[in-house]
DNA sequence: TATTGTTATACTCTATAACTATA
DNA sequence: TATAGTTATAGAGTATAACAATA
């Protein structure tokens, strides 16, 4: 029988995280991007052109690995370099034409992906569903803070 | 305003998706595992003594880094490998009672951390949450599945 | 001939440190 | 002196291939 059980619900929301996880790394690798390459493109195409230590900021990342994942974007063609206006040290990164186009079909994806998963559950249930992850992660901060007053040094 | 968008729901889940694996991630390398090792506790002490074929079918990985896994968890003294009875290519591979401990300490964060999320919410959210993860993952089996179709050679 | 686990090797993602050019 | 980006290097996690011992 199904109990209102706090680790039956934490169970099932990791079992959701780690599927949802590999359904977008298994989407994206078809298009030739990692997790991380298309949060730049993510980036650029909410935020405009980026300097690189910007997105390193965005990314959580260091400066260095933006670096590769701007390498190997440029490479494919996804993102362009352009010298900084005023401060010679910086680069500038712009999505292409094509970057663009990524962004949005991958936007598309990302709502076609909202309709085959979401699209059945009925207005109040999906309402319900985000208040409740919404308090969940609001926990999550508290707990998180928490654990690091308790175990500083860490995250 | 909050709309009841199929969208914003698939964005929270993300969202959860990544603080969850975040906040596991930290919970273990705090404990000096990582998540696979981790995940080979578990499986060692929900099915008893394993042999490292079995172990790579669990965790769905190659026998070859079953063989890396087993080798740091040894080497921490939570698990260890002793031949099998019958067959003696194979390698037996348990729980030492400090892995056993691991485990019982596993679980209790595990129900901690439910509290901690999931203790606020009431029954009926709760209920609701899972209901409406359980429809998810369903539907998501059947999403992953179609594109299997569409687009052969990717798991 | 098939299977278990291992040695050898390599690839991907990410990090730290040292260096160059510019501010 | 501080900052932006790079070259050089390293480490973790995981994979494939070839091989040994056993079935």
Redesign the interface.
Known sequence: M?Q???????D??????????A??E??LA?RGLTTTQAQVIFALNERGPLVQRDLSQELGCTPRHVTTLVDALEATGAVSRAPHPTDRRATLVSLTEQGEAAAARMAGE??E?????????S???????????????A??E???GS?CAR?PG??
């Open positions: 199904k209102a059980d706090p680790v039956l619900a934490l099932r929301a990791f079992e959701l995280a780690g599927r949802l996880a359904l977008m298994e989407t078809a990302r709502q992906a909202a309709r085959a998963l979401f699209g059945h559950t207005a109040s249930d999906l309402r319900g569903f985000v208040t409740t992850v919404d308090g969940v992660l926990r999550l508290e707990f998180v654990r175990d860490r995250g």
